[in-house]
């Protein structure tokens, strides 16, 4: 699986994306180091905080299918149409991320023709996990 490869699932996952609030739709594909993905979308609700991100979606959905470790991830968001930007994971989504995902775990941003990888280790450093907890 190349990264381009991720990022154009991820761009598909978007088109998924329940966004009838914000209207702006997020994709992610999440690469298991077995080599599956998962897809997620973002999935708004009318009271707004029961609002899942596509990354914790995707997330909860390989979790939930019995995988702990990863690869990647690759994110497309923006308003509705064409990605031009870069969507970085909100704050709640990094913290998921580092429970399962180790600092060099790659993220992808940006859309299926132009993109850039970065790490976990980048996006949350210094990161509250459970060795703070032992
Ligand atoms: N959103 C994501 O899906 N991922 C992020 O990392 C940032 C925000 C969604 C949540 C909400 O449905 C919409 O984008 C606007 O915040």
Do not use: W
Not at 80 to 104: I, K, M, N, W, Y
């Amino acid at each position: 699986m190349t990264d381009a490869e991720l990022m154009k699932l991820a761009q598909k996952a978007r088109e998924m994306s329940y966004s009838p609030y914000s209207h702006f739709r997020v994709g992610a594909a999440l690469l298991t180091k077995s080599g599956k993905v998962y897809a997620g979308c973002n999935i708004e609700n009318a009271a707004f905080s029961p609002t899942n991100c596509a990354e914790r979606t995707a997330v909860f959905k390989a979790v939930s299918e019995g995988e702990r470790e990863f690869e990647a991830i690759a994110i497309v968001g923006g308003k509705e149409g064409e990605v031009a930007e870069f969507t970085a994971p909100c704050g709640v989504c990094r913290q998921v991320l580092s429970e399962f995902c180790p600092p060099d775990f790659k993220i992808l941003l940006g859309n299926e023709n132009k993109f850039e990888a970065f790490t976990l280790g980048m996006l949350l450093p210094f990161s509250f996990t459970e060795k703070n907890l032992s």
